[in-house]
Each structure stands twice: as C-alpha cells, then as structure tokens.
T-cell receptor, first 112, second 114 residues
Framework: AQSVTQPDIHITVSEGASLELRCNYS??????LFWYVQSPGQGLQLLLK??????LVQGIKGFEAEFKRSQSSFNLRKPSVHWSDAAEYFC??????????FGTGTSLTVIP | AAGVIQSPRHLIKEKRETATLKCYPI?????VYWYQQGPGQDPQFLIS???????DKGSIPDRFSAQQFSDYHSELNMSSLELGDSALYFC?????????????FGEGSRLTVL
C-alpha cells in the first residue's frame, strides 16, 4: 500500500540555522513526490516537486529536496531558515490511482 | 494567474443541518479532489472527479455526496452534520486524471458545526 511517513512531528530551529525535514514513502512504481507548506488557516502551497530526472530539485523560498530511491526518501532542506518559514510542512506522493497521499506533517517553529 | 476558488471561505452550521461547499478549479483543469483536514491533522482524501465522473473515493462519510458539473466546478454536499465534521475542507485541481502531476489547492472552506 502507498504511504508517506514524516517521522518528525515538530521541529524547532534557530533563525539562520539549516533545516532538514524528513520524508519516507512507500510506493510501488516511480513516484511523483511533493512538498507543500501550510501557514495557519491557509491553503497548501507547493514548494517543489519531483517527477523524474535530476534527483536534487529546487523549489521556491530557497528550499530544495533530494530524491533517494535507495532510501525511499525525499527530504526537504534549506540552508538558512527565516522566521517566515514557520509553518506546517507536508510531504505527498502520488497520484496512485487517483489519490495523492499526504504525510502527517511536520510543524516548524523558528526561534529568533 | 487564476487559482482554485472555494466558497464559502467560512461556514457555521448547527448539528443535523446541511452544508454545500463549492470548488472552481483552475481553467482547463478537469480533475478535482476534495480533502478534509481536522485540527492538527493531515489532509484526508474524501473523493475525486475526472471529467465529471467520480474517479476515486476515500474516507467520505455516507452523509456526504459530491459531483462535478459540466463546467468542471464541483460541489460537496454534507447532510446531517455532526460536531466531528468541523474541519477545513480543501479542494484541489489538476489536469488529466491518472499520473497527472501536482495538485493546486484552494485556500479551503472552514466549516464549524455547533
């Protein structure tokens, strides 16, 4: 069965520090992988996506993610976090059939 | 650029009432997904439509129904509302059904059931 796991429920980092959010997936075929960000009370905004090709993908707001097939991972990274990055981050895989599967999310707190 | 439009943005209903949420996808998008997100939860897939036909069904209660119309907009109808239906309901659209690519989300409709 397809699934997405985000092991870290909550992460706190200092402003300016580097960030890595983990995502592991289970998928039978070559996945399409996504990272979305959600600010409180807002919709989901796409940060970046991986369909094929270069396994290191660049997204908006200085984020990047690396697809590692051997580890079934698609971790999100940012070299220097800004206070405005505080939000909920969701990893997603799909579509399979006609469903997209979301992880349970990682809540990011940024300390000044 | 046009985005996914959801209405209403906020809705307050009482138990056992009925609510209808509307979703207008991005122009030329023919696939619509509905998600329910409870407080502090990840989005849960409810139902999807491709070319006006139901394409997949998730954890949608029998009290809920949905359809996609000829102009590709979709409506989610919720009856006999329960307190547990209070959530943020997202609509997302994309093109082309299976293996179609990324989802574009609306800002959500927040339903509060009193």
């Amino acid at each position: 069965a397809q699934s997405v796991t985000q092991p870290d429920i909550h992460i706190t980092v200092s402003e300016g520090a580097s960030l890595e959010l983990r995502c592991n997936y289970s998928y039978g075929a070559t996945p399409y992988l996504f990272w979305y960000v959600q600010s409180p009370g807002q919709g989901l905004q796409l940060l970046l996506k991986y369909f094929s090709g270069d396994t290191l993908v660049q997204g908006i707001k200085g984020f990047e993610a690396e697809f590692k097939r051997s580890q079934s991972s698609f971790n999100l990274r940012k070299p220097s976090v800004h206070w405005s990055d505080a939000a909920e981050y969701f990893c997603a895989v799909g579509p399979t059939g006609n469903q997209f599967y979301f992880g349970t999310g990682t809540s990011l707190t940024v300390i000044p | 650029a046009a985005g996914v439009i959801q209405s209403p943005r906020h809705l307050i209903k009482e138990k056992r009432e009925t609510a209808t949420l509307k979703c207008y996808p991005i122009p030329r998008h023919d696939t619509v997904y509905w998600y329910q997100q409870g407080p502090g939860q990840d989005p849960q897939f409810l139902i999807s439509f491709y070319e006006k036909m139901q394409s997949d069904k998730g954890s949608i209660p029998d009290r809920f129904s949905a359809q996609q119309f000829s102009d590709y907009h979709s409506e989610l109808n919720m009856s006999s509302l329960e307190l547990g239906d209070s959530a943020l309901y997202f609509c997302a659209s994309t093109m082309g059904g299976e293996r179609s690519g990324e989802l574009f989300f609306g800002e959500g409709s927040r339903l509060t059931v009193l």
